[in-house]
């Protein structure tokens, strides 16, 4: 586990980029996340929906809750009444189903929509020709109970820092280009970055990043 002088160094580099942290629990305890949550940190990521509910009942209810995993259609109903962000929406019909729940829930739902920039074929997401063509026929008056704050990336899991650089610099640019559509009232959000990358990403244009063993220690 981080000590404290080290997360407050952490958030006052990612301050300066002006980055937000969200401290990925996945497979940690409740322990574990309210040494954090004593430092101050309200944002924690999960990646499996019933670990996301058995957590959520553990913790004091400030925290904000963000899904960051692979996120199945038929699980939805189990978060859209209380999490934060969904950053890993990468199809349309999971959009559907998020819309659908979140009016059942009676609140509007913040997603990212995760975009495939990698180079290794392991990883989800909208292809990003796909996403443009999505985005130009998207209308608002459609999914009422949604609100698509911005993008989510992952890089290629490899120490060619180059490459790295340039798939962060790619989402970037799809990023803008969006925004530049004009479309969405709220599109302000960009997560990249990890733990070992999670630097690369705040110098590309990152205002999120999602960090978890460098926080906790290493998963199993
Ligand atoms: C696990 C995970 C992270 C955090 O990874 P670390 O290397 O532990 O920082 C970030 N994003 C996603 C989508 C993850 O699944």
């Excluded at 949604?146 to 890089?155: K, N």
């Excluded at 690369?200 to 220690?217: C, E, K, P, T, Y």
Aim: charged letters at 25%.
């Amino acid at each position: 586990m981080i000590s404290e002088i080290a997360f407050k160094e952490l958030l006052r580099n990612l301050d300066a980029h002006k980055a937000q942290l969200v401290a990925v629990s996945k497979t940690k305890t409740a322990e574990e996340i309210s040494v954090l949550y004593g430092y101050g940190q309200r944002i924690f990521g999960e990646n499996y929906v019933q670990e996301l509910r058995e957590k959520a009942r553990l913790l004091p209810n400030d925290v904000q809750w963000h899904f960051i995993g692979h996120l199945q259609k038929n699980k939805v109903k189990y978060i859209a009444p209380f999490v934060a962000l969904i950053h890993s929406v990468d199809s349309e019909d999971l959009l559907h189903e998020i819309e659908k729940q979140a009016r059942k829930a009676n609140r509007i739902v913040s997603v990212l929509l995760e975009v495939f920039i990698a180079s290794e074929d392991t990883k989800h997401g909208w292809e990003q020709q796909d996403l443009i063509r999505f985005m130009e026929s998207f209308s608002q008056e459609a999914f009422p109970h949604v609100c698509i704050r911005g993008l989510m990336g992952m890089a290629s899991f490899t120490h060619d820092e180059s490459l790295v650089s340039k798939e962060f610099s790619q989402l970037n640019t799809i990023f803008n280009q969006l925004k530049t559509m004009g479309k969405l009232n709220e599109f302000d959000t960009l997560s990249m970055g990890m733990s070992s990358d999670y630097e690369i990403a705040i110098n590309q244009g990152s205002n999120m990043v999602r960090i978890g063993s460098m926080l906790f220690g290493s998963r199993n």
